[in-house]
């Protein structure tokens, strides 16, 4: 039965591949600046903005240069930030009732991925007023244009600023929803590097590690391009450059603004691309326990690399020497080993454990299951593996192994 379902897999992913010049992939158009948003508004005539983010953010003051540049362009606004870690169906409901009875006519997101993707799935709400966020998970089930979507990231990680995927929570069945549509890509991303200066230095290292756990995946898939390939080794290498300046000092503009450059172009290539079972297995983790999604990839990838095996010993000896951890003339094995180690010195310099320590022995199958399900036949993994061979992969990374 597996031997049919490698074939399903691989034709399927092979359609989207050759499919992949075709579809209506969009960048969104950044600037670099809050103060653009007052030319934003203008351009789009909008009217109302709902502006998306979660305590911490409004909190520190982040929203407080977006709000000054609306009230300079005279724009009324209202602050959903609600927003949980891994953003759930209720709020969507909540942000989405608040959208309507403002009269909004724009979502703004600040934050991480949480706020980006509570807001588009807030605008596929918004666009499809009857339909559950349920009805419109999976592939291509949003098609209408969504209302104009500013995202402002305030952690150089997630890439979501570029991306067609909202993660929603259905906190319920602690499972993800993954919304994946064209539409949802942003608008605009306003990427000002001076805001990502407040992010706690655990913060900082878990979204950077995110960032490069979307460009080796983006890399090692099946289903890549000569622009997602450079965009990978240009991201990794910015990401190895700059992730642990930032970490030990928050306040150095260049390489804040190099780690927010390397998470857009991340997002740009996994977006055309795609992930692979590190994503899978850090969806069910979050949807599971609420383990942060930077935090879990992070964990997870040194592990899925090396189950991987020689399938991209190749593709990350190229990633090492981008990385510059590793020579041109070391055997494929030897580099694929050595960038897996500079990937597991970076968690530990950082503060990032080796091991997830919520797991439970008895939510294995459940979590593989579903991990083996968001993965296939959809992502263009270099190596498909069983539900089995996915469970083993959770005891690698829980503590109690």
């Known amino acids: ?25 969009r960048e969104p158009e950044t600037v670099t600046s809050c103060s653009e948003l007052q030319r934003i508004t203008e351009k789009e005539k909008v009217k109302s903005v709902l502006i998306v983010t979660d305590k911490g953010i409004a909190e520190n003051g982040l929203t407080e240069p977006i709000e000054e540049a609306l009230k300079c362009a005279k724009i009324s606004y209202t602050v959903y930030d609600k ?11 909540e942000a989405y009732s608040v959208y309507r009875q403002n009269g909004c006519d724009c979502l703004l997101a600040v934050g991480g991925g949480s706020s980006m993707d509570c807001a588009k ?21 949003v098609l209408r244009p969504l209302p104009t979507l500013v995202a402002v990231p305030t952690t150089a990680g997630t890439g979501s600023e570029t991306t067609l995927a909202a993660i929603i929570t259905d906190s319920e069945k602690h499972h993800k929803y993954a ?16 805001l990502t200066y407040s992010l706690p230095k655990s913060l900082t290292a878990t979204t950077g590690m995110d960032a490069l756990t979307h460009a080796v995946e983006a890399y090692i898939g099946r289903s890549t391009t000569k622009q997602t390939r450079q965009l990978s080794l240009d991201a990794v290498k910015l990401i190895f450059d700059n992730i642990e300046t930032v970490y030990r000092d928050g306040n ?61 010993c190749k593709k990350l000896h190229r990633l090492g020497i981008a990385a510059g951890v ?14 897996i180690k ?39 993994v270099p190596k498909l593996m069983t539900v089995s061979e996915l469970e083993s992969i959770y005891y690698q990374i829980s503590d109690w192994s």
């Open 83 to 93: 927003t949980c870690p891994n953003p759930t169906v209720h709020n969507v409901e």
């Open 342 to 380: 500079a990937i597991e010195e970076l968690n530990l310099k950082m503060g990032i454990p080796r091991k997830i320590s919520v797991i439970k022995a008895d939510d294995i199958p459940t979590m593989a299951k579903n991990a083996e399900k968001e993965a296939n036949p959809l992502y263009p």
């Open 252 to 312: 150095n503009l260049q390489a804040r603004k190099n780690m927010l450059e390397a998470s857009y172009m991340a997002g740009v290539a996994f977006s055309k691309s795609y992930v692979g079972y590190i994503h899978a297995v850090a969806h069910s983790l979050g949807g599971q326990y609420g383990t942060p999604h930077g935090l879990a990839n992070a964990v997870i990838m040194p592990y899925v690399l090396r189950v991987y095996g020689e399938t991209v």
């Open 1 to 25: 039965m597996f031997f049919l379902k490698t074939v399903f897999c691989r034709v399927f992913q092979g359609a989207f591949r050759i499919a992949l010049p075709l579809l209506p992939y």
């Open 121 to 141: 799935a807030v605008g596929a709400r918004a666009v499809y007023p009857k339909k559950s966020v349920g009805k419109m998970k999976g592939i291509l089930r």
């Open 326 to 339: 590793c020579t041109a003339n070391q055997t494929d094995k030897d580099a694929a080993e050595s960038f």
């Open 179 to 194: 919304l994946m549509s064209f539409p949802l890509i942003p608008h605009y991303a306003v990427l000002d590097p001076t």
